[in-house]
């Protein structure tokens, strides 16, 4: 026959209600360390400043050293001899340079026969336009006229540069367009020389310098019965299609 407990005695009965009070206790405690807030406390300080007022310093010994006084000055002699000039001392007179009004100049006289005159040739660039006899391009040399030589000479520039153009391909992506003046010079060998462009941008420039220099010999002009340079200007239009 098994033993009966009294259910008054049992310990375990209220554990879980125990197990509660004390988790809400533990909560509680740790809720109110985590709300407290602590200050620092204003700490006074004492500055103290001592002042004394008897200062006693130790003063060196030093040592007074006496110097001894600087010799006298020698005594003059009683009798003083005087020693006449032996030698003689010529002054050095400085002549003035500079020219007054009473100074004449005379002129200077050249013989014309005596001056060597050197012949300079002036340099002259006449106009294609004005120019006496103007150059010939080759295949005009059959005009019988000076003026149908100047058109033939006009039709074959433009002519060449129609058939040498190369427009730049930067210049067609970037799609710049535009004319270029160029002047040159035809100098009295027929060469092409003294290039000068203008145009809207620096590969058109180019374009037309390497066309221009591209040109044949020519005939060159003349002027006075002399070959002399001749002044040719002509625009090129770059335009894309």
Same mark, same amino acid.
Request: net charge negative; proline share 9%.
């Given at each position: ?31 109110? #360390? ?8 204003? #700490? +006074?300080?004492? +500055?103290?400043? !001592? ?17 001894? @006084?600087?010799?006298?000055? @020698? ?6 001899? *005087? ?13 003035? %340079?500079?020219? #007054? ?30 120019? /006496? ?17 100047? /058109?033939?000479?006009? !039709? ?19 799609? *710049? ?15 092409? %020389? ?19 220099? #591209? ?19 002509? @625009? ?6």
């Amino acid at each position: 026959m098994k033993p009966k407990k009294n259910p008054n005695a049992d310990i375990g009965r209220n554990r879980s209600l125990y197990f509660l009070i004390g988790l809400a206790s533990i909560l509680f405690v740790t809720w109110q #360390s985590l709300e407290v807030k602590t200050y620092e406390k204003e #700490s +006074d300080v004492l +500055d103290i400043v !001592q002042v004394v007022d008897d200062l006693k310093e130790d003063v060196p010994v030093t040592e007074n050293v006496i110097t001894a @006084p600087p010799p006298p000055p @020698p005594a003059a002699p009683d009798v003083i001899e *005087i020693i006449e000039d032996v030698e003689e001392v010529e002054e050095t007179v400085i002549e003035s %340079t500079e020219s #007054s009004q009473d100074t004449f100049i005379e002129d200077v006289v050249v013989n014309v026969d005596e001056v060597d005159v050197d012949e300079v040739e002036e340099e002259i660039i006449v106009p294609f336009a004005i120019v /006496e006899n103007a150059p010939i391009f080759p295949g005009c040399e059959s005009c019988p006229t000076e003026t149908e030589r100047r /058109e033939c000479f006009n !039709q074959k520039v433009q002519e060449h540069i129609k058939n040498n153009l190369v427009y730049p391909q930067m210049a067609l992506e970037m799609r *710049i367009t535009g004319r270029v003046f160029v002047q040159f010079v035809i100098g009295p060998d027929g060469k092409v %020389t003294h290039i000068k462009k203008r145009g809207p941008d620096r590969l058109l420039e180019k374009e037309a310098q390497r066309i221009i220099a #591209s040109l044949p010999m020519v005939t060159p002009g003349m002027q006075r019965g002399k070959p002399t340079k001749v002044a040719y200007s002509i @625009p090129i239009n770059f335009v894309m299609q």
